[in-house]
């Protein structure tokens, strides 16, 4: 079973939709946890950090599930410009990073 | 600031070539990563540089070195390239010993080893 896993869509989601995504992980020691996102062709750039208490970033929510070991990313009101990748990561241990193989989310007008 | 800047952007390699991917971060970032993606896998983590002077594998070393001489550089070195070895490398770099801390990837190097 991999460390941290995701549905790889795609999700196909009409403009100003909301649309939420999962990701597991099977670490219960992990202690830190992100979403990242990529455009095509492009490297993958922090979007947010995901807190214990949850935290909310304009449009973005970001939830953590200790129990379940999931964490989750909302995205409300989808713009055209919300279409990408969207990675988590979750830090197990020692420094090093692992990160799941990504949800690929396009916005339709 | 630059950031993390890779080099090349592309390269074509032979099997059994050897090559080094140079990674440069000018943030004095005391931690350094390089990371291959390959469709339906993800980033996978190749090796990582807590400093100066100190490397450590990641889970899929084999067929690559590290060296980190400085705090700003990290080069990758493909011993004998094989066509295993084609996908796209990603150095990323964060501040001192922690991976809470946001970490930023360079724009990546495609390779294709034929």
């Known amino acids: 079973r991999k460390e941290v896993e995701q549905d790889p869509g795609p999700f196909n989601v009409p403009e100003g939709a909301t649309v939420a995504f999962n990701c597991t992980y099977s670490n219960s020691a992990s202690q830190s946890f992100f979403w990242y996102r990529q455009d095509c062709r492009k490297e993958p750039k922090l979007l947010m950090s995901v807190y214990s208490s949850g935290n909310e970033d304009g449009r973005f929510t970001a939830q953590l599930n200790r129990a379940s070991q999931y964490i989750s990313l909302l995205i409300r009101d989808s713009k055209l410009s919300d279409s990408a990748t969207y990675l988590c990561a979750a830090r197990f241990g020692n420094e090093k990073l692992t990160f799941g193989t990504g949800t690929r989310l396009t916005i339709i007008p | 600031n630059a950031g993390v800047t890779q080099t090349p952007k592309f390269q074509v390699l032979k099997t059994g070539q050897s090559m080094t991917l140079q990674c440069a971060q000018d943030m004095n970032h005391e931690y350094m990563s390089w990371y291959r993606q390959d469709p339906g896998m993800g980033l996978r983590l190749i090796h990582y540089?807590?400093?100066?002077?100190?490397?450590d594998q990641g889970e899929v070393p084999n067929g690559y070195n590290v060296s980190r001489s400085t705090t700003e550089d990290f080069p990758l070195r493909l011993l004998s390239a094989a066509p295993s070895q084609t996908s796209v490398y990603f150095c990323?770099?964060?501040?001192?010993?922690?991976?809470?801390?946001?970490?930023?990837f360079g724009p990546g190097t495609r390779l294709t080893v034929t």
């Open positions: 990323a770099s964060s501040r001192s010993g922690r991976a809470s801390y946001e970490q930023y």
């Open positions: 540089s807590v400093g100066a002077g100190i490397t």
